[in-house]
């Protein structure tokens, strides 16, 4: 069982915004601004998106976008296009003895 | 450009050790902490062990403490993670990871290298 609780899947059509959500505890995404996003394609390595709760990497694109209330951080997918499908793994990191926990995955897919 | 290239997975008998390796290349390798991260089959990413950039602090998640070890070689700008009494709990693919800050989240990742603990 991951520490961070993300929903299965979440689907939508090209164009449209979807978000995907995680929820943490007061030990996590609660308590610190150190939340990350990652975007996995079958078989390969997953890819940092978001960081610190709502900052992109040189050359991720603006439609995704982060955010954070209390325990639970989103991750939002505008502009929906079908190179967007694949999964997204949320990241905090923790007042526990793990330094980072994950959520277990999202699988996103484009209608 | 940033590159983390890992060797050393494959299969393993139950209570069998093996080392993974990790090298680092296009980046200020000393300046990053480095990670391991792992995926079994069909599942989600677990954090496996941390090493900050100065060797100072490590960790390890619960799972893995007391049989797994992590450390670095600084000036070949590699990493690595010995891995004693394996079980079938521990087939995954392991990723090596890198990055600025900790609490940023991992920058850099490896291609992953399978490990398979089976008798």
């Known amino acids: 069982q991951s520490a961070l609780t993300q929903p299965a899947s979440v689907s939508g059509s090209p164009g449209q915004s979807i978000t995907i959500s995680c929820t943490g505890t007061?030990?996590?995404?609660?308590?610190?601004?150190?939340v990350s996003w990652y975007q996995q394609y079958p078989g390969k390595a997953p890819k940092l998106m978001i960081y610190?709760?709502?900052n992109r990497p040189s050359g991720i694109s603006n439609r995704f976008s982060g955010s954070k209330s209390g325990n639970t951080a989103s991750l939002t997918i505008s502009g929906l296009q079908a190179e967007d499908e694949a999964d997204y793994y949320c990241?905090?990191?923790?007042?526990?003895?793990?330094?980072?926990?994950f959520g277990g995955g999202t699988k996103v897919t484009v209608l | 450009q940033v590159q983390l290239v890992e060797s050393g997975g494959g299969l393993v008998k139950p209570g069998g050790s093996l080392r993974l390796s990790c090298a680092g290349s296009g980046f200020t390798f000393n300046d990053h902490y480095v990670s391991w991260i792992r995926q079994a089959p069909g599942k989600g990413l677990e954090w496996v062990s941390y090493m900050s950039s100065n060797i100072d602090y490590t960790n390890y998640a619960d799972s893995v403490k007391g049989r797994f070890t992590i450390s670095r070689d600084n000036a070949k700008k590699s990493f690595y993670l010995q891995m004693n009494s394996l079980r079938a709990e521990d087939t995954a693919v392991y990723y090596c990871?890198?990055?600025?800050?900790?609490?940023?989240?991992?920058?850099?990742w490896g291609q992953g290298t399978l490990v398979t603990v089976s008798s």
């Open positions: 007061s030990s996590d995404v609660g308590s610190y601004n150190y």
């Open positions: 610190d709760v709502n």
């Open positions: 990241s905090s990191y923790t007042s526990t003895r793990s330094v980072r926990v």
């Open positions: 990871g890198s990055g600025t800050m900790v609490t940023r989240g991992v920058d850099y």
